[in-house]
């Protein structure tokens, strides 16, 4: 067991490694804020991670079965929100279902895969970021019978921020797999993915199709399109650390991103929001149980290496705690977006 298989042992916590910004802004929308998902507390971006996991079989089908997972649990979401817009508008309605077949194509796709190869299709272990991104949304400030329109916006919002992280793990996942070797398995595994990947792109820009075109309508709209998209970019990296950083010191890192999330609401809502959700962010007994669960794993793997490498890892979390976010734009998450949209494609 070494040091790089620690590091991608942690990436077993994360779920899905769903959704990222991949540099598809129409013109008209590149005037508007644009989200690029940060890095693993400012340190590993996808490439890295993904690097590691392709080398660890059992940890790269559980991350697989993630993925599984997650595209299941999407038309589950998205027939909810269906159901609350109760028929209107009609056309986002439609679109909604349209997402929701290429989301059951996609788990069916994915179960397949996994059936096939012999891997378990249940519930993956660890840290949920669907079940963690869904304790975080303030969708109880959102009444569609009454705030129809704020509730549109935050639903498209919310959509789009997640989308964009999955668009960026697949793109990565696809990149390490072209560098990993070409075993039936790894290949079937790209080729699945890159099935899977253009249509994510393809929800994306939906997305921001959607949300320019509210913004264009007034002043008015292009604020509250700008501050969702504020405030759901703060909730979608927080649910994604909260599924990825299990080292000590992750509560307080947890409390610190909550409070980001809170200062992008209005003054008023800042107090309830942050004491509804502060004590289970404290508290976090999913991941107690995780630090069980990978601590039992390593052990069982390499007692030596546990000791050598393991504690010292996770003891060394409380030196990150006061590292502030990332100001900088991520380069990759531009830069190589087209590169890898083209070369998904071609292949």
Not at 61 to 66: A, E, G, K
Request: hydrophobic residues 40%.
């Amino acid at each position: 067991m070494t040091a790089n298989f620690c590091i991608a042992l942690l990436n077993e916590q994360a779920e899905k490694l769903r959704y990222t910004y991949i540099g598809i802004f129409t013109k008209e929308h590149k005037i508007m804020t644009v989200a690029y998902p940060r890095k693993l507390r400012n340190a590993m971006g996808a490439r890295e991670i993904l690097a590691q996991v392709v080398r660890d079989r059992e940890i790269h089908l559980i991350t697989l079965n993630r993925y599984r997972y997650s595209e299941q649990r999407s038309c589950k979401d998205l027939t909810d929100l269906i159901e609350q817009l109760d028929g209107e508008p009609a056309e986002l309605v439609r679109d909604l279902s349209r997402h929701i077949s290429d989301e059951a194509r996609h788990a069916m796709w994915l179960t397949d895969l996994l059936v096939d190869i012999g891997e378990k299709v249940g519930t993956p272990p660890g840290v949920s970021y669907i079940d963690e991104f869904e304790r975080l949304l303030d969708s109880d400030q959102k009444d569609p019978t009454k705030d129809r329109e704020d509730f549109v916006i935050s639903s498209l919002a919310a959509i789009n921020v997640t989308e964009k992280r999955g668009c960026e793990y697949f793109s990565a996942h696809i990149h390490a797999l072209k560098k990993a070797p070409q075993t039936d398995e790894n290949v079937k595994i790209r080729e699945t993915i890159e099935k899977i990947f253009p249509e994510e792109a393809g929800h994306v820009r939906w997305g921001n199709r959607w949300l320019g075109a509210i913004a264009a309508k007034s002043p008015e709209h292009r604020q509250k399109v700008e501050q969702a998209k504020r405030k759901y970019v703060a909730i979608e990296q927080a649910a994604f650390e909260s599924g990825m950083d299990i080292m000590l010191g992750a509560e307080l890192r947890r409390v610190t991103r909550l409070v980001d999330i809170a200062n992008t609401m209005p003054m008023w809502e800042r107090p309830q929001y942050l004491m509804e959700r502060l004590p289970a962010t404290l508290l976090a007994p999913d991941l107690q149980m995780t630090r069980v669960d990978v601590a039992q794993r390593a052990w069982n793997r390499d007692p030596q290496a546990f000791v050598e490498k393991f504690v010292p890892m996770f003891l060394n979390g409380m030196n990150n705690t006061q590292k502030k976010p990332q100001t900088t734009k991520p380069r990759s998450a531009v830069e190589t977006a087209a590169t890898e949209t083209k070369s998904a494609s071609a292949d």
